[in-house]
């Protein structure tokens, strides 16, 4: 039996090893932290469970589709609830607008903010289910190996209605006018990656992806879905093996040999790298690594971030499940983030308040809160600075309710830049791997394959098709498939 190593455990390495393993593979997960899960972690403290990572479930039939892979149904293992409102969005103090889940009562909300946007919504929805479809059912199950692998018929006569040479922001801009509705469209783009206007207008197929097939959360919390695929693989006999640190990667001429884990050797037929994609390389010696360093150096990179886990110990009325402040400019944030690096001078935030939802999350009677400020990667990280901006992001907050906070906190954490890379490797302490520009979307995103040896491979974020738990799923599985080639030839 042929045997295959993976590097991480979070969506993609998991998901490369339930792939793998499916088809006769022996596989071993090494994962540096002491539970699997990659960058979607909990932790419990004083009768909190908190969330470490992602909380928006979007594109609900990738997790489904993965699980039915293996003879497992969704629905056995965890239970969805569809948000109502799928969130909010607050512009001022006196104003918060919440995002119904129904088509319907999206159009009329539309409408009611600006004339005619009720069929611009329609138009703009069609157009972006398109690109969905399109990108899900083709683009983003490419390896990303070259060109030729998108000149299929179907993109071929699609090319120009997919939008790729257009911005995000000018094409939500040919649809709506007013600033509420503007804000509310770029929000997927800013906070999942890249500035509205660097973003190719293929990405408003993410705007399908939350507007109309709503947003989920999964019965439990989002550890549920890692938990999850951890069962399904153990059930395919898959090694898991936590707070174990890979420190190199050991070569022979064009073939990894070994990997090097808490000191010891191990040797397998191939690797899948599924960490920090950076960090991958440098356990490798230097004439074997895909990228130099300028090359990683001149990467756009999706922001970093700023989160606070707070236990409040009292309910909070005003701020639903998912609730983003767009009470400052959007566009100078997200030029603090891409364009002009340093921390912002007035900062856009989210609230996510799963507790409103899941009563298991937060002792009775009280809140769990997870704020989240989108931060340039890579500056100075230091605890004046995140103490400084708590205050900021408290005081509207507070602002907002109408009601003190700061007086009813019984836990509170902060995790930024340096977290991120400590935890993760993260290079420069990103949060969401890179930025989805143009000159970084599919088959010019860094590869998937080794160019110099040829039994290793990388998978997540870093790689195609890009950040965010579903293409992370997908990931893993186009990692599978190219080693499992691999092996075959050997």
Sequence with gaps: MKKVAIIGGGFSGLSAACYLAKKGVKVTIFEKNNTVGGRNRRFTENGYTFEMGPSWYWMPEVFDNFFSDFNFKRKDLYYLTKLNPSFSIVYNKDEKLGIPSEESE????????????????????????????????????????????????????????????????????????????????????????SAPEDTPALYSLMNYAGLMLGTWYPENGMYTIIESMEKVAKSLNVDVITDAEVQKINTNTNRVESIKVNGEEHRFDAVIAAGDYHHMETLLPQKFRNYTEDYWDKRVLAPSSLLFFLGVNKKIEKIDHHTLFFDESLDQHAKEIYHDPKWPSKPLFYVCNPSKTDKSLAPENHENLFLLMPLAPGIDDTEELREKYFNIIIERLENFIGDSIKDSIDYKRSYCIKDFKEDYHSYKGNAYGLANTLKQTGFMKPKLRNKKLKNLVYAGQLTVPGPGMPPAIISGKLAADEIFVTLNKN
Excluded at 171 to 184: A, G, I, P, Q
């Design 106 to 193: 999206l159009i009329d909300l539309f409408e009611k903010i600006e004339k005619g946007a009720g069929k611009q919504f329609q138009k703009f929805m069609n157009d972006a289910q398109y690109k969905y479809n399109t990108s899900m059912n083709g683009l983003i199950q490419k390896p990303g190996k070259h060109i030729f692998e998108y000149a299929t018929l179907e993109v071929i006569k699609s090319v120009f209605r997919l939008n790729l040479l257009s911005d995000f922001k000018s094409f939500v801009r040919k649809h709506f006018k007013n600033e509420k509705l503007t804000s509310l469209m770029d929000f997927p783009v800013l906070f999942l990656g």
